[in-house]
């Protein structure tokens, strides 16, 4: 089968599970596949082997696994009058129909409670005395019930189809089905056996609140959205709740939309307060209350534009979209800002209103174009960013990008038309408002020009000084990034912890249950902020019991915690002392489980290749014992459990075909008396019940009552299985994993108190100081595979960036020196990228790294708007020190409002205010620190720069013109 599938067009990696009568294959592809156009290419692959396959194999079944896979919600139905069996009979057969039913609801399962089903309890002991075997009581059973089509009567006016109605439909009917005649008397089931009308054999429980429970699990259709899907279910149970009994209950324990509606809500109030900033900001660089509104009108316009070209391009409005619109918020504004502050400026040279918004927006038309384009370019390469990164970042950069055009349209038209209606300088006013504030807000901008003039022109009269210091700080910075550390994304906070426990393979349900209850008490007193305690434990239910392989070992659970707001700790600080709990709990494995992960592995995932499974499991034992010992590394576990024991029936062929017998026979005797068969089907009231025929649980639940188990000959004795086979008891086979058609061993561990880098950093010097054989190959994987395939294409969509911000400034100033000077805010913005990171503890993840290629297309616009007005200054006759002075004297407001409105816009996002800020503030960080020091060291370096190039450029002119 992998050589097969492995062949499909985009695939990255196969993997497979190969457990005892269980093989799974997984199948990665590339981001960005047609999943539904893969799925059919495999089916079509797997057909060219499927007469290959062994003769007991069933059909492969193949299907895409995706996100949408997972449940949206669990629902827990509780009644203090009804028992597990009614409860959830009512699950399945009342509420599951209805909720299948609500628009964008796929499946419903129910899960946990009782099952009834009509048992035959088969006692051997009687059985041998009448020489019948469990084979031949599943036959009886057979032939006596059920519904069986006998033709049809035609008469001259109707057609009778016929059938023999023999299915049962009572218990009494069902005890007195005939096995056999023994000398003419029949010999009844109820002879045999006990028939008795109760429950399947619990293989999995379910606890909700401390306290035995029914949940349902809803799952949505793959294209239906999960928030309205959700809403949709909630109020279907408000409607569902008036057809049941009035005790019933039906609460949501875990609902799926409500971290993305608290995340979208955050983003939302985020946005609103960057917009209040950035008015405050305007308004107090302007002083102007008319000027601050036009401002205001350029945000909310923009966005409701952008809204407009996102419905037209089939874009939702997620978590994605809706942080690119807050992160926007301080940028919508910009080309406004210097759009408004350059009419102001020509109002208060005496111009009157029509003439100054004509020459004033004209006059920064091509600058803030040019602007705009450099930030919209940067984010072109983030577009072409292969894997998680480029999909995961697609919605924001397209919504940015949509805004920011809005943005420039609204300047270059709304703004210089609004501002030549209602746009009023101080001096046309009757009535100065809060006068005093506004000349204290005046006298402090013109002691800031004043001090910034003196900088400036002691800094373009000791250059080389200027220059030296600024090359240190730069090379000083980048001593910071060790220190710093890497991680793939943020850890977000969900409010949902979800764990994996396991204990020794093979253990039984009620030795589990105990664990389960030991656990339930454990998160009493360790975790006060948990609402719901959903236990799952067992063998699971459905299609998803075959991924993991769990058994009667595994408990599975899921806590919801109270939202982030109510609560003092963060969801990791409630994990680590609660870590330590489990640690004192002997005999079990536990893994916490991070919501809604992009990958499917652990944060470190080393894997161990080779075709020697033992050796490679002996290499990952003392990896793991080393691992153990570097601080900050939790979780670690072998994926190569221990299969645990097994008891082995070898047949004895010889003295099998003395007898006349098949393996295949005694086989399919084993498997009736000791796992049950079903034999037919019990009607009653429109449901069906399973008949299940099996030994009564004394005789079947030690190695002796195996051993004594009676097999008939064909001469009519009854031998026991001892004396046909033997029965060993050996080691379970454990469950082999591959990854590309080779075997791996894998050593995986989760991360607390440490960062990804530098976990995988000390691993990394770990496995150098092992002595492994040149046989086996260790390949480090998980999410550090990602965050460092991410960091590759994301460092080549950085460098792309800057060349595309240089052609496209290159084409607006006609010069490539112009471009040159101005790409110098780039390293400038590093050195804040790097202090701002180190200063508040936050890691360079993927999405600082987002941030750093967006601070290409940002800081540079403050560098072209100086240049571009001190080349019109250059160009209208004035001298090189006179034009760049000039030139940063009067372009010093603009920047530094367009550099606060942004920075400041940024500052809730930073602040990991609410649900699912933490995501973001990384990038925010990054985008404040950056800008911070280039806007600063832009109003000197670019003039400086600007000198020194002009001066090079003019000894270079007169240099060739010599020759």
Wanted: glycine letters at 6%.
């Amino acid at each position: 089968i992998e050589e097969a599938v492995s062949a499909t067009k985009n695939v990255k990696k196969v993997s497979s599970q190969v457990s005892q009568g269980v093989c799974i294959t997984l199948l990665e592809f590339d981001w960005g596949t047609d999943i539904d156009q893969a799925e059919n290419d495999v089916r079509k692959r797997i057909d060219l082997v499927r007469d290959y396959l062994p003769d007991e194999a069933s059909e492969p079944l193949t299907f895409a696994f995706d996100p949408s896979m997972m449940p949206i919600n669990f629902i827990l139905i509780n009644s203090p009058t009804m028992g597990p069996a009614e409860l959830r009979q009512l699950g399945e057969d009342r509420i599951e129909p209805l909720l299948e039913r609500v628009e964008g609801v796929a499946s419903v399962e129910t899960q946990g409670g009782l099952q009834r089903q009509i048992n035959v309890r088969l006692n051997p002991i009687k059985l041998a005395a009448h020489h019948l075997s469990p084979v031949d009581v599943t036959r009886a059973i057979r032939a006596a019930g059920g519904l069986f089509p006998a033709g049809s009567i035609e008469t001259s006016t109707t057609n009778f189809n016929l059938h023999i109605a023999s299915d049962f439909s009572t218990i009494e009917q069902l005890k007195n089905v005939v096995l056999k005649y023994e000398k003419g008397i029949p010999l009844l089931l109820k002879e045999v056996a006990e028939v008795e009308d109760g429950f399947k054999e619990l293989r999995s429980d379910v606890r909700v609140n401390y306290n035995q429970g029914v949940y349902m699990r809803v799952f949505k259709q793959s294209d239906a959205n999960t928030v309205q899907a959700c809403r949709n279910v909630k109020n279907a149970i408000k409607e569902i709740k008036d057809f049941l009994p009035r005790d019933v209950e039906l609460k949501i324990v875990y609902d799926q939309s409500e971290y993305i509606l608290r995340s979208i809500g955050n983003l939302g109030n985020t946005a609103v307060l960057a917009f209040f900033i950035a008015f405050a900001v305007i308004y107090f660089f302007l002083r102007n209350l008319r000027g601050s509104i036009i401002m205001g009108l350029a945000i909310p316009i923009s966005v409701i534009a952008t809204f407009a070209v996102m419905m037209l391009a089939n874009l939702t409005l997620n978590i994605i979209s809706m942080a690119g619109l807050a992160l926007a918020i301080g940028m919508l504004v910009d080309n406004s800002i210097v759009v408004l502050e350059n009419i102001y400026r020509h109002r208060e040279l005496g111009f009157d209103r029509p003439e100054a918004a004509n020459i004033g927006a004209s006059e920064v038309g091509m600058a803030i174009t040019a602007s705009t384009l450099t930030t919209i370019g940067v984010f072109l390469p983030v577009l072409f960013v292969p894997g998680i990164a480029g999909e995961l970042f697609n919605d924001m950069v397209v919504t940015i990008t949509f805004s920011l055009f809005a943005s420039l349209i609204i300047a270059l038209t709304l703004v210089p038309m609004l501002s030549a209606r209602i746009l009023k300088t101080e001096s046309e006013m009757q009535k100065i408002r809060l006068a005093k504030f506004k000349n204290q807000i005046t006298s402090f901008l013109e002691r800031l020009s004043s001090r910034y003039q003196k900088v400036l022109h002691w800094s373009l009269k000791h250059k080389k000084i200027v220059i030296g210091l600024t090359s240190l700080l730069f090379i000083f910075s980048l001593l910071l990034l060790p220190f710093i550390g890497g991680e793939f994304l943020p850890k977000s906070d969900q409010g949902f912890i979800a764990l994996t426990v396991l204990r020794e393979k093979g253990t039984p349900l009620d030795q589990t249950r105990k664990t389960v209850l030991q656990l339930e008490q454990v998160i009493k007193e360790e975790i006060p902020e948990a609402t719901d305690v959903l236990a799952i434990f067992g063998a699971g239910e459905g299609i998803f019991a075959l991924f993991g392989g769990s058994g009667s070992e595994a408990i599975n659970f899921r806590v919801r915690l109270t939202p982030m707001e109510e609560r003092n700790r963060s969801q990791t600080e409630i994990e680590d002392p609660f870590r330590k709990r489990l640690d004192e709990i002997p005999g079990i494995t536990y893994q916490f489980i991070q919501q809604g992960m992009i990958s499917t592995e652990r944060a470190i995932e080393v894997k161990i290749f080779g075709h020697d499974l033992a050796q490679a499991k002996q290499i990952a034992h003392q990896l793991k014992d080393r691992m153990e010992k570097i601080e900050g590394l939790v979780d670690i576990d072998i994926n190569m459990k221990e299969g645990g024991r097994e008891l082995r029936i070898v047949p004895d062929i010889n003295r099998l075909n003395d007898l006349k017998l098949s393996p295949f026979l005694v086989a399919d005797m084993i498997s009736t008396a000791i796992q049950g068969k079903v034999a037919a089907r019990y009607r009653e009231a429109g449901d069906e019940y399973d008949i299940l025929v099996q030994l009564d649980k004394p005789y079947r639940q030690s190695r002796d009552a195996l051993k004594r188990l009676l097999i008939p000959t064909l001469n009519g004795k009854m031998i026991p299985l001892e004396q046909v086979a033997q029965i060993v008891e050996d080691d379970a086979p454990s469950t082999i994993y591959r990854e590309n058609q080779e075997r791996f061993v894998s050593v995986g561990c989760d991360l607390s108190g440490i960062d990804l880098s530098s976990a995988v950093r000390k691993i990394s010097a770990t496995i150098d100081g092992m002595n492994i054989p040149g046989e086996f190959q260790v390949v480090i994987g998980g999410t550090a595979e990602d965050q460092q395939e991410s960091f590759f294409y994301l460092t080549i969509a950085f460098f792309a960036a800057i060349l595309l911000v240089y052609m496209i400034m290159a084409s607006q100033f006609e010069s490539l020196v112009d471009p040159f000077i101005i790409m110098f805010t780039v390293p400038l913005s590093i050195i804040g990228v790097l202090w701002a990171l180190f200063l508040t503890g936050t890691t360079l993840s993927v999405m600082a790294l987002v941030g750093i290629v967006m601070l290409v297309g940002i800081v540079v616009n403050n560098g072209i708007v100086l240049v571009d007005y001190v080349n019109q200054l250059r160009h209208k006759g004035k001298a090189l020190y006179e034009a760049v002075e000039e030139g940063g004297r009067v372009r010093m407001r603009p920047v530094l409002m367009t550099a606060m409105t942004t920075i400041l816009g940024m500052v809730p996002l930073a602040l990991e205010l609410g649900s699912g800020s933490e995501n973001w503030s990384p990038l925010a960080r990054a985008v404040i620190g950056g800008l911070t020091t280039s806007t600063l060291l832009t109003l000197i370096i670019v003039p400086v720069l600007y000198v020194i190039f002009e001066q090079v450029g003019n000894r270079v002119r007169q240099w060739w013109q010599k020759i």
